[in-house]
């Protein structure tokens, strides 16, 4: 399974930055989790074969680039684009982004192929099918309704969690897995932020290495995701000082495969 975090922000020169303002994973080039950066860091091939994106929840970091994208592709769209997501984020989404104020209600619009976008609600627990991927939404403990995600695709199982703060259920169906290729975990803010990190339900380092503990597999990759910009050098620093039990930082940019 290939699996691309796409870079969201740039430097002084241009060049990707390794910080991530937006959230937006790229699968095997064809499926989206969430949709941050989708419009502006997508490659032209990924912007051509990606009609499925999966929402973890409806934080602006994470859906900020679906309005655009959907808008870039609207005259030539031969297929809607899909979004995968809970009851709840379906309707943040066309009661406050696709409302005809902050942007047009593109499921109610049709181009000369047909729709432009559409719907398709998950539920917690359930196995939905996306392209060639069978996935699972778990509920995880964010400030709005939010999902991690099981991701198979028959050979190569990873588990991600989105934003989160402390879990059980996601654990328990973890640790339930006869294989897992990887693990992605969020960890947002650094340890001197852990009051602002319990209010906004994120996970810090040290709190991130309680979560691990709860982890009862020997040996699975393990890779730290969505740290907020500003405090991306702090986090890294105290995750390195985790020493082995600690995650590495999934690079962003970077093609890798499970
Ligand atoms: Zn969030």
């Not at 499921?107 to 069978?134: M, T």
Request: aromatic share 8%; with cysteine.
């Amino acid at each position: 399974m290939k699996f691309r975090l796409l870079p969201s922000t740039f430097e002084s020169d241009g060049t990707a930055s390794s910080r991530q303002h937006f959230s937006c994973f790229v699968i095997d080039g064809c499926v989206a989790l969430d949709a941050g950066s989708l419009a502006n860091g997508v490659t032209p091939s990924e912007r051509a074969k990606i009609r499925d994106v999966v929402q973890t929840h409806a934080h602006l970091d994470h859906i900020a680039g679906l309005p655009l994208f959907v808008d870039d592709l609207f005259p030539t769209l031969t297929e809607p684009v899909r979004v995968h997501a809970t009851r709840e984020v379906i309707d943040v989404l066309e009661t406050h982004i696709f409302n005809w104020s902050v942007y047009p209600r593109f499921s109610e619009l049709k181009n000369q192929f047909g729709s432009i976008i559409e719907y398709r609600e998950i539920a917690h627990d359930a196995d939905f099918r996306v392209r060639h991927l069978e996935m699972r939404p778990i509920p995880v403990n964010h400030k709005v309704p939010s999902s991690g995600f099981l991701i198979q695709d028959g050979r190569t199982t990873i588990a991600i969690t989105g934003d989160t703060a402390e879990m059980d259920e996601f654990w328990d169906v973890v640790n339930s897995l006869e294989n897992l290729d990887a693990l992605l975990i969020e960890c947002a803010f650094p340890d001197e932020f852990e009051d602002l990190s319990t209010i906004s339900h994120h996970l810090t380092p040290a709190k991130l290495k309680r979560e691990l503990e709860k982890l009862h597999r020997a040996t699975c990759p393990v890779f730290a995701i969505n740290i907020k910009p500003s405090y991306r050098d702090a986090v890294a620093r105290q995750l390195a000082a985790l020493g082995a039990v600690g995650p590495q930082i999934l690079e962003i940019g970077k093609q890798y495969s499970f």
